[in-house]
């Protein structure tokens, strides 16, 4: 059974920093693709970006393009979620997915972490 979880959530000011992580475990880590994607109070489930099984490929929503970069350690079986300048509508809670097939944003990712809350205060 693969299990994805993130951690590193929290509050920040606007303007600050946060950086996410989801360890991945029952799986083999560099088969999958793995995605971030955020839900908002009230707000459907957004995409905010994916990297490739290898590392070697990742995209972004434009909303965060340029503010946030995915990174991945397939070592430590870990994925992560650098967030910088961010702002209040950035206040999510924050999923992590894994999917051996598929890296785009409206596909059905395989396996989903239980998100992690971050919350930016203006």
């Known amino acids: 059974q693969v299990q994805l979880v993130e951690s590193g959530g929290g509050l920040v000011q606007a303007g600050g920093s946060l950086r996410l992580s989801c360890a991945v475990s029952?799986?083999?880590?560099?088969?999958?693709?793995m995605g971030w994607f955020r839900r908002a109070s009230g707000k459907e489930r957004e995409f905010v970006g994916a990297?490739?099984?290898?590392?070697?490929?990742?995209y972004y929503a434009d909303s965060v393009k340029g503010r946030f970069t995915i990174s991945r350690d397939n070592v430590k079986n870990t994925v992560y979620l650098q967030m910088n300048s961010l702002k209040p509508e950035d206040a999510a809670v924050y999923y992590c997915?894994?999917?051996?097939?598929?890296?785009?944003?409206?596909?059905?990712?395989?396996?989903w972490g239980h998100g992690t809350q971050v919350t930016v205060s203006s």
């Open positions: 990297i490739s099984w290898s590392g070697g490929q990742t």
């Open positions: 997915a894994a999917d051996s097939r598929t890296m785009l944003a409206g596909s059905l990712w395989d396996y």
């Open positions: 029952g799986g083999t880590f560099s088969r999958y693709n």
